[in-house]
Structure formats: C-alpha cells, structure tokens
C-alpha cells in the first residue's frame, strides 16, 4: 500500500503543475497566434507596395527600351545616309581623279 501513496502522491503533483503549465501554454500560443497575424497583415502591406514598385520599374524600363530603339534605328538611318554622301563622294573624287589623269594625258602629247 505504500507503493499506492507513492503513486497517489506523483499523480496529485502531476495533476497540480501539469494543467496550469498546459493553460499557461495555450495562453502564450494565442499571443503568437496574434502576433503573427499582425506580422502577416504588415507584410500584405509591404508585398502591395513592392508589387506596385516593381510594376513602376517595369513600366519605366519598357518606356526606356523604346527610347533607345528609336534612337538607335535614328542613329541607323542617318548612318546609312552618311553612307550614301561618302559613296557619292567618293564617285566624285574618282571622277575627278579620271579627268586629271586625262588632262595630264592631254598636256603630255601637247608637248
């Protein structure tokens, strides 16, 4: 009988400090529970607000992207205008290359 006073006496401590503990427990599990519900409400907030950065980013570097096609394909066309002058330039120059040599012919058999 001894061993049951022994047994009686461990079940009444467990039973005193085990269900307070659980209760304490469960009372700092709903202040979590809070706590990261908050934390989840912030980060909404701040997921919003980098979505809609990120949206103004994109826009702005689409906007750019264009910008710089359109200055390239200017740039491009005046190339091919630059390229059009040196060729006709340089139809010019051979020309006036040809009707020197054949002046300098001319004047050689004049003399």
Same mark, same amino acid.
């Given at each position: 009988?001894?061993?049951? *006073?022994?047994?009686?006496?461990?079940?009444?401590?467990?039973?005193?400090?085990v269900?307070?503990?659980?209760?304490?427990?469960?009372?700092?599990?709903? @202040?979590? $529970? *809070?706590?990261?519900?908050?934390?989840? *409400?912030? +980060? $909404?907030g701040?997921? *919003? @607000? +980098?979505?809609?950065?990120?949206?103004?980013?994109?826009?702005?570097? !689409?906007?750019?992207k264009?910008?710089? +096609?359109?200055?390239?394909?200017?740039?491009?066309?005046?190339?091919?205008?630059v390229?059009?002058?040196?060729?006709? +330039?340089?139809?010019? !120059? @051979?020309?006036?290359i040809?009707?020197?040599?054949?002046?300098?012919a001319?004047?050689?058999?004049?003399?």
């Amino acid at each position: 009988m001894a061993a049951m *006073g022994v047994y009686d006496q461990i079940k009444s401590a467990f039973q005193d400090i085990v269900p307070p503990e659980i209760h304490a427990l469960r009372g700092e599990i709903q @202040r979590l $529970d *809070g706590r990261i519900t908050a934390l989840d *409400g912030k +980060l $909404d907030g701040v997921d *919003g @607000r +980098l979505t809609a950065k990120m949206d103004g980013l994109r826009s702005e570097t !689409v906007s750019m992207k264009a910008e710089l +096609l359109a200055e390239l394909r200017r740039v491009d066309s005046g190339t091919d205008s630059v390229h059009t002058r040196i060729d006709s +330039l340089e139809r010019e !120059v @051979r020309t006036a290359i040809d009707v020197r040599e054949r002046l300098a012919a001319l004047e050689a058999r004049r003399t």
